[in-house]
């Protein structure tokens, strides 16, 4: 029975197009494994900068069986890269069913230490890009007439503040209501929109934070052992505030990604579902 249920499982995406946004990212890669799994031919886009990683997770994909798999180098903040990737898409795999909506930056800081430059370009990728995105995606499924559905990448941080990423939460915070609106006006045209909440997840960008965080509070003139230690400190805390007292790992985002775009998920629509160790409850 189990290898049966398995079986259909691993069908739940076959013939389904997905495409994947940060794809090259710890969390954009992971779901891409997983819908690969699943039977999705994919489209990664990501900055001309991750070119090698998205050749690199491309062969990864095919070796595993992936049905088919193609990457789009260009930036979510630039309209024409983004109609780009969705008419590629479209000529290349043959259509488009599913966006996860994953490009983001998250640069720390309190309201009086985020320089101007740093909260625009908070803005322009994680909410600007997040627009273009399901703005040209919603037009193609609206006329394939087949339905859709968009997840995007929001964060607990969209629900819960923290003083120390005041850029990121402003962001965070305009995705829900972003996801919120459009699944109200999509849903006419059976398109579902939703978003995952995640609390800090093991990987890059929580390594990159915990860094970023120790230079600011410490001073980048602190030493190897002192910043350790102020990031062991800072780590510690957020443990501490979470009931399940770790972090998250990667998977358990992106399964829960995978299962806003399947069947299964086929009456949930505007939705920010936080995967958080019940930080936000």
């Given amino acids: 029975m189990s290898s049966v249920i398995k079986e259909n499982r691993l069908k739940r995406f076959e013939g389904k197009i997905a495409l994947i946004t940060g794809a090259a990212g710890d969390l954009g890669s992971t779901t891409a494994r997983l819908f690969s799994e699943e039977g999705a031919r994919l489209v990664l886009f990501d900055l001309p900068s991750t070119e090698p990683k998205l050749k690199q997770l491309i062969i990864e994909l095919l070796s595993l069986g992936s049905p088919a798999v193609i990457y789009v180098c260009g930036d979510v903040t630039n309209v024409e890269d983004v109609k780009k990737s969705v008419q590629r898409s479209v000529d290349e795999l043959g259509g488009l069913d599913i966006l996860f909506n994953n490009a983001g930056i998250a640069l720390p800081g309190s309201l009086q230490q985020t320089s101007e430059e740093d909260f625009k370009k908070t803005q322009d990728v994680n909410v600007y890009g997040a627009f273009l995105m399901m703005k040209y995606v919603s037009i193609k499924l609206i006329e394939a007439g087949k339905g859709g559905v968009i997840v995007s990448t929001s964060s607990y941080a969209g629900i819960k503040s ?3 990423i005041f850029a990121y939460i402003a962001s965070k915070s305009a995705i829900n209501g972003m996801t919120r609106a459009a699944a109200k006006s999509l849903a006419k045209h059976n398109i579902r929109v939703c978003a995952v909440a995640p609390y800090m997840l ?3 960008v929580l390594d990159d934070g915990l860094e970023a965080l120790a230079d600011m509070m410490k001073g980048a003139e602190a030493g190897p052992q ?26 358990e985002a992106a399964e829960v990604v995978l299962f806003l775009c399947s069947k299964e998920a086929s009456y949930i629509t505007g939705v920010v579902l936080p995967v958080d160790g019940g930080v936000t409850a």
């Fill in 202 to 204: 093991e990987g890059h």
């Fill in 226 to 251: 002192e910043k350790e230690a102020i990031k062991a400190s800072i780590m510690g805390r957020l443990v501490q505030g979470c009931p399940m007292a770790r972090a998250g790992k990667m998977k």
């Fill in 162 to 164: 923290d003083e120390t």
